[in-house]
């Protein structure tokens, strides 16, 4: 038999350096040590073992689509806080993480205080790196400049209800509340 498994708990000893090549989730402290509560894959036959956590961590993945709030705009790049993650439904974060969106993935104006829906471009992080292009991505949810209310769509431009105030932003087709 050339694959062995095993449960490990964090902190416990996968293999020795000199008999396996250790990836996934596991560090090196003399020994190669489980980093979390997963499965232990052991191939002898390449001589490599593979620490497989049973939880996912939480944080996005490349290609995850993500619903922000835009906390911040710089001259470089939108900062934003990542809050929501979409799968088969639309589920909370564990922590909210950090991301920036860079001026060359805008496909138009983004307000501070809006909602929006991008999909991850780089997941080396955190911060993440974001992207809006496309038509289902942008503003889902947008915030009045001049009075703070939420603003309807009417058409390609927003309307606040309150003062009236009109906006143009990269609206997300067939998500905008």
Same mark, same amino acid.
Request: hydrophobic share 40%; aromatic share 8%.
């Given at each position: ?63 995850? @689509? ?16 990542? @809050? ?65 209310? @939420? ?27």
């Amino acid at each position: 038999m050339q694959i062995q498994r095993k449960l490990v708990l964090p902190g416990e000893e996968v293999a020795a350096p000199e008999e396996f090549e250790v990836g996934g989730h596991a560090y090196l402290d003399g020994v190669f040590r489980a980093a979390a509560l997963g499965i232990a894959v052991y191939d002898r036959r390449s001589h490599t073992a593979v620490v497989e956590p049973l939880r996912n961590n939480g944080y996005p993945k490349q290609g995850d @689509i993500l619903y922000c709030v835009v906390t911040s705009k710089g001259v470089r790049a939108l900062s934003a806080r990542c @809050i929501a993650r979409e799968g088969k439904t639309v589920e909370e974060l564990k922590y909210p993480v950090s991301a920036f969106i860079p001026p060359q993935l805008v496909d138009g104006k983004v307000g501070v205080g809006d909602y929006i829906r991008a999909r991850v471009v780089s997941s080396y992080g955190p911060p993440f790196l974001l992207s809006i292009k496309g038509p289902t991505f942008g503003v889902v949810r947008a915030i009045c400049p001049r009075c703070g209310n @939420i603003m309807k769509r009417r058409g390609n431009q927003l309307v606040c209800p309150v003062c009236g105030a009109v906006d143009a932003r990269k609206i997300a087709q067939g998500f905008y509340v």
